[in-house]
């Protein structure tokens, strides 16, 4: 390979049309080295999720400084909508019918706004050759990359990244299912390997998880030879297939977890994770129970839950 220093420009890409005629762009980086694959790493698609971009900014501090060969092209806040409100999802004021950027892509020029802000993003990704997507999950998460199965490209870019657990979804995703919207579902449709990184602590700038972040993205840039030197590792990853039960809240509440109960746990089929109750009355509304054995790979804490909310994810380890 012939690593160049890193040329870096920085521009913004229009991508919609606000109600009031304001326009709606992204700040796009691109680091160009010496010949070499093309990465596009993107963050923020959901506005509470900051160590992405916070992660983006230590890494971009790195390679103004360094030689590359190959290209990276990086949307730090991919969302700026969702981002300004501070929210999860994209206001419905902006998008009534596609609040979850997530779940829009490729997108569509001539849809809902969030469709097209997707569908005017779409090309990063084409003409990449490897895409990353930062995301957080909540402080009681195991931080962990998801590829798709079968996906040998993909799983070895999970691997390089080098989180100790890994999630690995179906590779069965119908194109009526929601989930098919999903980034990596729809660059691995379109050929373009991809991974889906959760670093822990949405809403927070954290360290270890901005850590987590850099390390990661630069062992994904060396496993693609765009960065010198080989990946670094966990002596051990742990594969946890996604087939395992959501466990959801059948009643609204405040959930109490079971307090001898963490992350990384086994939970064996039949054990109850805790309780749902009124807090008002007082009153035992619910003791959701596992049905099926597996490992909590996350667990509700943020304490008041709706009906048909997760209150644990549970994966079976491979
Ligand atoms: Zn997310």
Redesign the pocket.
Known sequence: MEYESVTHAKSDRRLGRLPSGSEVSVTLHRYDGGPGPTVYVQGA??GI?LNGPAALRRLHDRLVDTAIAGSIVVVPVVNPLAFDHRS?MTPAEYDVMNPNL?RVWPGDEDGSLQERLAARLWDLVTDADAAIDL???TADMLEHVRYQDGETDAESLAESFGTEYLVVDSDETPADDEFSGTFRTAAARAGIPAITV?LAN?RTVTHSAIDTGVAGVENVLRELDVLPDDPTRPPDQTRLRNDGATITAAESGLFELRPDLSVGDHVSAGETLGTVYSPSTFERLQTPTAEDGGVAYSLAREAVVVAGERIAGLATPL
């Open positions: 698609q959901h999720e999860y997530n995301h957080t999950g959760e949405s």
